[in-house]
């Protein structure tokens, strides 16, 4: 039993599909069959022992774990760079080792980590390549796992990371970190100093959070990491221009997206170089989310269409089927009542015919049982799907309201705005000041647009829109668009601006 499974959920659940499908479950050396009564309920306790048996083997290997590094010997694993691992004990490489200390005295010699990276890579020092990972080149996320690895001052960390389960998933667990972990004094010899280490370690506590800001307090670089370079595809972040007057004081800061153009993961080197200004790339993005169409009676449309492209009228048929098979089976076992009522008592072969029934009966009592969850499962799904388009629907109301109190947000609101509604925004990769920056939009949910441009079709005052004064003048309050317009994921366009192609939504199958 242990070997069909060591979860008592799990195993009732695996018996209970293949019995849907007619097969019992026969375990020969534990003396278990499924098909005789009391099968079941040995299977319910043999399970309950299994799984008792998994979570007492994963205790004590765990403690087993937890023993070896109190003891300061290393627990399994590749060995980290700087050591070799021989009959189970670290050894020190004296090559590698050499540059496990140059890295931290670089680091601590004011130098950041992708500085000592890129020092390294640039005086030809490579790494050694490992069966799962082929990369030579230092980087900056190697040089943080080197200071941050307590082995290099002769100590051994135990459970800095562990396994738990998500919240609201039964079998999907995720890797977290944990305040709660072992430090020992390992076996093993030191690389560096203990001293230089917790000067390396405090430097990180000190900078491991990013600067703190000091001047254009309230900016945000709006589309930091959801810019993509147009040379590698890498992520652009917010650049700062700052210069200083002869008096002492600062020119207006000036921002720019760019791209780190540093070593790439595999080695290849960015080669893009431009920096295009925030708000040029900030105000195309903007003004492509205003062109949208999602006036009031177009969000009921789009509500609609989300139905449409929704699975809702394939569920509902499934669901239909269901509820016709639970009829007939309630009326099989009121028809199988009926019969064992009329049964004659002084019939030879009574017990025989009542036998037969009651099994038959016990079946279809089963039948019945299995088709009510199904229904409980796809109406439930039912129910998703339809939330699905009212949530949309939400969204897409939300999305009006941030547009309209756009000049009135902050500018941690504006990046959060842009965070919700837009996956990726691309570059092109050779345009001048006058052209259009922005090659292609690529939105978190669908959103409608005209099937040509921009100017096709109508933007008029809404059957309810009322006159109000804004930034003196008087305008109506709610607008919506007439005319042809289409859903999609993504929209691009060319340098002049102009939109070259939508992509429309499918949703995949």
Not at 233 to 238: I, L, S, V
Not at 250 to 272: E, M, N, P
Not at 442 to 452: E, H, N, R
Not at 468 to 489: C, F, L, P, Q, T
């Amino acid at each position: 039993m242990s070997r069909f499974g060591r979860n008592t959920r799990d195993i009732l659940d695996t018996f209970e599909l293949i019995q849907d499908y007619g097969v019992d479950l026969i375990c020969v050396e534990d003396g278990i069959d499924s098909s005789k009564g009391i099968g079941k309920v040995i299977i319910t306790i043999l399970g309950a022992l299994a799984e008792l048996e998994r979570d007492n083997i994963a205790v004590q290997t765990m403690e087993g774990r937890k023993e070896k590094a109190r003891q300061g010997r290393w627990n399994g694993g590749q060995a980290p760079y700087g050591y070799n691992l021989v009959n189970g004990e670290l050894e020190i490489v004296e090559e590698e080792a050499k540059i496990v200390k140059m890295i931290y005295e670089l680091y601590l010699d004011d130098n950041g980590m992708m500085r000592v990276a890129n020092h390294l890579n640039d005086r030809g020092y490579r790494r050694k390549k490992y069966k799962n990972n082929s990369l030579e080149l230092f980087t900056a996320d190697f040089v943080k796992r080197v200071l941050d690895n307590e082995v290099y001052m002769g100590k051994i960390a135990y459970g800095k990371r562990k396994t738990q389960k998500k919240k609201g998933n039964r079998n999907q667990y995720e890797m977290v970190k944990s305040d709660d972990y072992i430090v020992s004094e390992g076996v093993h010899e030191a690389i560096v100093s203990e001293e230089l280490w917790n000067k390396a370690h405090e430097k990180r506590k000190r900078t491991g959070v990013g600067n703190i800001k000091t001047h254009s307090l309230e900016h945000e670089h709006k589309l930091s990491g959801i810019l993509k370079c147009p040379s590698c595809g890498g992520n652009m972040y917010g650049n700062v221009n700052r210069k200083r007057k002869k008096d002492g004081t600062y020119y207006k800061d000036s921002f720019f997206y760019v791209c780190k153009h540093q070593k790439l993961a595999d080695g290849r080197i960015c080669t893009f170089r431009r920096q295009p200004p925030q708000d040029k790339i900030d105000l195309e993005v903007y003004l492509a989310l205003r062109s949208a169409d999602i006036g009031d009676l177009i969000i009921e449309e789009l509500k609609a269409k989300m139905l449409e492209m929704s699975d809702k009228e394939k569920i509902e048929k499934e669901l239909e089927g269901l509820e016709k098979t639970k009829r007939i089976l309630k009326a099989q076992i009121q028809n199988i009542s009926t019969r064992l009522d009329e049964l004659d008592v002084d019939d030879i072969a009574y017990q025989m015919k009542y036998d037969d029934l009651v099994f038959d009966q016990d079946k279809k009592y089963t039948d019945l049982a299995r088709v009510k969850q199904e229904i409980r499962e796809v109406d439930r799904r039912l129910r998703q799907e339809i939330i699905i388009s009212n949530s949309a629907a939400d969204e897409y109301r939300a999305l009006s309201e941030y547009l309209w109190n756009w000049r009135s947000m902050s500018e941690l609101e504006q990046k959060k705005f842009f965070r919700r509604y837009i996956e990726r925004v691309e570059l092109f990769e050779d345009f001048d000041r006058k052209e259009r920056a922005v090659k292609k939009i690529v939105f978190k949910f669908p959103l409608s647009f005209a099937t040509s441009d921009y100017t096709k079709g109508d933007l008029v005052p809404h059957k309810n829109a009322k006159l109000i004064e804004k930034h003196g003048e008087m305008i109506y309050d709610r607008w919506e668009y007439v005319g042809d317009s289409v859903m999609a994921n993504e929209i691009r366009w060319d340098k002049e601006g102009h939109v070259e192609a939508v992509t429309l939504l499918v949703k995949a199958r």
